[in-house]
């Protein structure tokens, strides 16, 4: 039962800056846990805690219940994917492979069988004897991951390790990590700034920002509650349209307190009618982003000059310039105080 | 095409390239060719006349014993200077990267030494160990060493390495710590986490990658032991005790200079020459195709 435990860790460095300010996570066993937010937010800074790559200032991190504060990297059973792969450049893939586990003084025999099954595993048998400098980015990928698999860890970590991909073999290897976590019930932490990303991998996803954790739980119902502006505009992509109440026509009840009012662009509706209680906003289209099955309306308010966005299905025609009566459902709008907090 | 530079008078390239031709030919050109005609001419002991000989300056030279142990002593002499200076300049580059306050004194004080010149370098060591005088002579001699590089080869041999060495550590030292910061960190960590210790991930990986910079500085110090050492042992032994320490740059020096056998010298530095020329082409080729990993 690998089970990951992060109780109030704090990361000060010597100048006092605070990187991770008090952040308690729970990760369940076999779970893969995915720590969005944006650059500088603390989400690697606290992955490399759990690799002990850096110092825990405060706080405490514990793999299957033991206390690893001040457990070296090495003995904490964990295999780290790096976003530049730190694959080693003077050894084959074999060798690259094999490393860690010739470092535990595994058989020999015992690393050929893990190493080959590992490699059929990531299809990378045909390149066992090549140098990783003769691979492309995918297959050092491929290796990178392989490295960590054949160790057979409690822990997984992953630093970004989809980012110096393009986008479809990205989009591939997403999919493949995912079905890989599944079948090896490795419990794992993926750091990633791809909200994409974030959304599709995870088990439990935690959102940070400026080193704290602003939610965690279930990708989708963060999506469907987020429980601040801030995660409301970072999660869901475009991000979700965030206006002043008083800009609005709204029929039906304002909570107390409500200082900004968010809808998604996928709930907004251009023509027909919205339910009781719904919103009605004009707006001035600012241009049309097709792409494809679907597009992408930029519009602003008149009143207030708030920027929206609409998803509407297939191709909109429309000259920049044009009117539009946007209505969102009342069920689908999210209200938030003057902090930014959900109400 | 682009990128190539017309001049509009056919004259100017050459005269803009003129002061640097000249250096070289004045200093590289006239003095080596001057040495190729000598090394194949005797001179009478007036030096009156010269007679061209051929080959025999060559076919003498190589067939002195004096001078095969010339050989030896080089060998030996620039083997362990080399050596040295490599291996005590990896360990200092690799424990200033640990230094995590005041890195850019003890880079700067490691460096030092390179700014002092060969022949006071030998002056320092030899006060230090002379033996009549020197503060680590009393020493040695105290705790029962019987330190005397005048009279014994080995002692001799030992004193001019060292100094020689000790001045070109701060050059590898430079290096090293240039090539260590090439090397990116997460390699580093992730062998960290694939279980191997500290010494482990010295040997696996990082001296592996430290390698291109090893090699070069293999070459460099190498020449360094053959060609700039002659300070050095011209201020500490000059030589001796008997030939113990006469290197091949010291024997041309000492025949041609003190013993006035021209035609021998100008044959033995035709044969430094090609020594040169060997290493450098070696150092020019592996620069070239410098290993490149990643």
Redesign the interface.
Same mark, same amino acid.
């Given at each position: 039962m690998a089970e990951v435990d992060l109780k109030a860790v704090r990361k000060r460095y010597p100048n006092g800056m605070e990187a991770v300010k008090g952040v308690s996570i729970a990760i369940p066993d076999k779970a893969l846990c995915v720590l969005v937010g944006p650059s500088g937010c603390g989400k690697s800074t606290l992955l490399r805690m759990v &690799? *002990? /790559?850096e110092t825990i200032s405060e706080g405490e991190i514990s793999i299957e219940g033991r206390v690893v504060n001040q457990v070296?990297?090495?003995d +904490?059973d964990? &295999?780290?994917v790096?976003? @530049?792969y &730190? /694959? #080693?450049?003077?050894m084959k893939v074999y060798d690259n492979m094999a #490393? *860690?586990l010739r @470092?535990?003084g595994t058989p020999k025999a015992e690393i050929d069988r893990r190493v080959r099954e590992a490699a059929a595993t990531l299809e990378l048998g045909h390149l066992l004897d090549r140098r990783?400098?003769e691979l492309s980015g995918g297959q050092r990928q491929r290796v990178a991951m392989g +490295?960590a698999i054949v +160790?057979q860890p409690k822990v997984f970590l992953f630093d970004e390790p989809l980012s110096n991909l393009d986008a479809k073999l990205r989009g591939q290897m997403r999919v493949e990590i995912k079905r890989l976590q599944r079948e090896l019930g490795v419990t794992s932490l993926y750091v990633t700034h791809d909200q994409l990303e974030a959304m599709t991998l995870a088990d439990l996803l935690v959102v940070m920002n400026a080193g704290e954790v602003e939610q965690a739980g279930d990708p989708l119902e963060i999506y469907e509650k987020p429980a601040s502006i801030f995660v409301a505009g970072f999660i869901g992509a475009p991000p979700m349209n965030l206006i002043d109440p008083a800009s609005a026509e709204l029929s039906g009840p304002i909570p107390a307190g409500a200082a900004k009012l968010g809808f998604r662009p996928e709930d907004a509706i251009l023509d027909g009618f919205a339910s009781e209680g719904g919103l009605k906003i004009r707006a001035i289209l600012d241009g049309v982003e097709p792409v494809g099955a679907e597009s992408y309306l930029h519009a602003h308010a008149p009143a207030g000059g708030a920027r929206m966005i609409v998803r509407t299905a297939g191709r909109a025609r429309m000259e920049p310039g044009t009117e539009l009566e946007i209505r969102a459902p009342a069920e689908k709008l999210h209200w938030f105080d003057a902090a930014g907090r959900r109400i | 095409m682009s990128g190539r530079v017309v001049f509009p008078n056919k004259l100017l390239p050459y005269l803009l390239l003129a002061p640097q031709l000249a250096i070289t030919a004045v200093f590289f050109y006239w003095p080596a060719s001057q040495a190729l005609k000598q090394s194949m001419q005797r001179e009478d002991p007036f030096g009156l006349q010269t007679t061209f000989v051929g080959l025999a300056n060559f076919r003498r030279v190589l067939a002195d014993p004096n001078y095969l142990n010339s050989v030896k002593v080089t060998a030996v002499f620039s083997l362990s200077t080399a050596f040295l200076a490599l291996a005590l300049a990896l360990p200092l580059a690799v424990m200033a990267e640990k230094v995590v306050r005041g890195k850019g004194i003890y880079r700067t004080l490691l460096i030092w030494p390179y700014a002092v010149a060969p022949a006071i370098a030998g002056m320092l060591w030899l006060f230090l160990f002379n033996p009549a005088m020197g503060t680590f002579s009393y020493l040695l001699r105290a705790n029962g060493v019987a330190w005397d590089p005048l009279l014994k080869d080995g002692q001799a041999m030992g004193l001019v390495v060292a100094a020689a060495a000790w001045k070109q550590i701060s050059y590898n030292f430079l290096f090293f710590v240039a090539g260590l910061q090439a090397i990116p960190r997460s390699l580093i960590e992730a062998a960290a986490i694939d279980g191997a210790s500290g010494p482990k991930r010295f040997w696996t990986i990082v001296f592996p990658l430290l390698a291109p910079t090893t090699f070069f500085l293999l070459v460099v110090n190498t020449v360094y032991a053959f060609f700039d050492t002659f300070g050095v042992i011209h201020a500490v032994t000059q030589g001796g005790p008997g030939k113990a320490t006469e290197t091949l740059v010291y024997k041309v020096y000492n025949d041609g200079f003190v013993n006035l056998q021209l035609g021998s010298s100008a044959a033995q530095s035709v044969i430094l020459m090609g020594v040169v020329i060997l290493l450098t082409a070696i150092q020019f080729r592996y620069v070239e195709r410098k290993v490149h990993y990643g």
């Amino acid at each position: 039962m690998a089970e990951v435990d992060l109780k109030a860790v704090r990361k000060r460095y010597p100048n006092g800056m605070e990187a991770v300010k008090g952040v308690s996570i729970a990760i369940p066993d076999k779970a893969l846990c995915v720590l969005v937010g944006p650059s500088g937010c603390g989400k690697s800074t606290l992955l490399r805690m759990v &690799a *002990g /790559l850096e110092t825990i200032s405060e706080g405490e991190i514990s793999i299957e219940g033991r206390v690893v504060n001040q457990v070296s990297p090495t003995d +904490r059973d964990i &295999a780290m994917v790096f976003q @530049n792969y &730190a /694959l #080693y450049p003077h050894m084959k893939v074999y060798d690259n492979m094999a #490393y *860690g586990l010739r @470092n535990r003084g595994t058989p020999k025999a015992e690393i050929d069988r893990r190493v080959r099954e590992a490699a059929a595993t990531l299809e990378l048998g045909h390149l066992l004897d090549r140098r990783p400098r003769e691979l492309s980015g995918g297959q050092r990928q491929r290796v990178a991951m392989g +490295r960590a698999i054949v +160790r057979q860890p409690k822990v997984f970590l992953f630093d970004e390790p989809l980012s110096n991909l393009d986008a479809k073999l990205r989009g591939q290897m997403r999919v493949e990590i995912k079905r890989l976590q599944r079948e090896l019930g490795v419990t794992s932490l993926y750091v990633t700034h791809d909200q994409l990303e974030a959304m599709t991998l995870a088990d439990l996803l935690v959102v940070m920002n400026a080193g704290e954790v602003e939610q965690a739980g279930d990708p989708l119902e963060i999506y469907e509650k987020p429980a601040s502006i801030f995660v409301a505009g970072f999660i869901g992509a475009p991000p979700m349209n965030l206006i002043d109440p008083a800009s609005a026509e709204l029929s039906g009840p304002i909570p107390a307190g409500a200082a900004k009012l968010g809808f998604r662009p996928e709930d907004a509706i251009l023509d027909g009618f919205a339910s009781e209680g719904g919103l009605k906003i004009r707006a001035i289209l600012d241009g049309v982003e097709p792409v494809g099955a679907e597009s992408y309306l930029h519009a602003h308010a008149p009143a207030g000059g708030a920027r929206m966005i609409v998803r509407t299905a297939g191709r909109a025609r429309m000259e920049p310039g044009t009117e539009l009566e946007i209505r969102a459902p009342a069920e689908k709008l999210h209200w938030f105080d003057a902090a930014g907090r959900r109400i | 095409m682009s990128g190539r530079v017309v001049f509009p008078n056919k004259l100017l390239p050459y005269l803009l390239l003129a002061p640097q031709l000249a250096i070289t030919a004045v200093f590289f050109y006239w003095p080596a060719s001057q040495a190729l005609k000598q090394s194949m001419q005797r001179e009478d002991p007036f030096g009156l006349q010269t007679t061209f000989v051929g080959l025999a300056n060559f076919r003498r030279v190589l067939a002195d014993p004096n001078y095969l142990n010339s050989v030896k002593v080089t060998a030996v002499f620039s083997l362990s200077t080399a050596f040295l200076a490599l291996a005590l300049a990896l360990p200092l580059a690799v424990m200033a990267e640990k230094v995590v306050r005041g890195k850019g004194i003890y880079r700067t004080l490691l460096i030092w030494p390179y700014a002092v010149a060969p022949a006071i370098a030998g002056m320092l060591w030899l006060f230090l160990f002379n033996p009549a005088m020197g503060t680590f002579s009393y020493l040695l001699r105290a705790n029962g060493v019987a330190w005397d590089p005048l009279l014994k080869d080995g002692q001799a041999m030992g004193l001019v390495v060292a100094a020689a060495a000790w001045k070109q550590i701060s050059y590898n030292f430079l290096f090293f710590v240039a090539g260590l910061q090439a090397i990116p960190r997460s390699l580093i960590e992730a062998a960290a986490i694939d279980g191997a210790s500290g010494p482990k991930r010295f040997w696996t990986i990082v001296f592996p990658l430290l390698a291109p910079t090893t090699f070069f500085l293999l070459v460099v110090n190498t020449v360094y032991a053959f060609f700039d050492t002659f300070g050095v042992i011209h201020a500490v032994t000059q030589g001796g005790p008997g030939k113990a320490t006469e290197t091949l740059v010291y024997k041309v020096y000492n025949d041609g200079f003190v013993n006035l056998q021209l035609g021998s010298s100008a044959a033995q530095s035709v044969i430094l020459m090609g020594v040169v020329i060997l290493l450098t082409a070696i150092q020019f080729r592996y620069v070239e195709r410098k290993v490149h990993y990643g």
